[in-house]
């Protein structure tokens, strides 16, 4: 299973001057690796992200990301992604590993801050969307 992705490095993201922050290309890397738990049709949250950061993308580069799991054990699941520049075939810039673990709904109800959940469970979307990943209960 992969999914592929772009993130565009405007100047709002800039780290050290002319160059993106770390911390938002660990987040695109981490949202990309997150997507692939919606193909998989699981709740979960990041357990692990390790981030190499290969070499500095500047503001205004598109960042061509690519994520596929690797493996699934139990509510366990692994997988790996690269961020690269100029192409979807350029040179790497970011790479991340990850391990994600499988949660219920009740996981953001218990931990989450009330108000937000509140407003949350009471958009029917937001709800259909919640039940229909409650493939495992």
Do not use: C
Request: no cysteine.
């Amino acid at each position: 299973m992969r999914v592929t992705a772009e993130f565009t490095v405007r100047p709002a993201h800039q780290g050290a001057p002319g160059l993106a922050h770390g911390g938002v290309l660990a987040t695109a890397l981490d949202d990309t690796l997150g997507s692939l738990n919606w193909l998989l049709r699981v709740i979960a949250v990041t357990g692990r992200l390790e981030t190499d950061f290969v070499r500095p993308v500047p503001v205004g580069t598109v960042l061509h990301l690519e994520a596929e799991v690797t493996a699934v054990a139990g509510r366990k699941i692994y997988s790996t992604a690269v961020g690269r520049i100029g192409g979807p075939e350029g040179p790497v810039a970011v790479r991340a590993d990850a391990l994600f673990i499988e949660v219920k709904v009740d996981h953001f109800i218990e931990n989450g801050r009330p108000e937000e959940i509140r407003a949350a469970m009471s958009d029917p979307d937001q709800v259909r969307r919640a039940r229909a990943f409650e493939v495992n209960p």
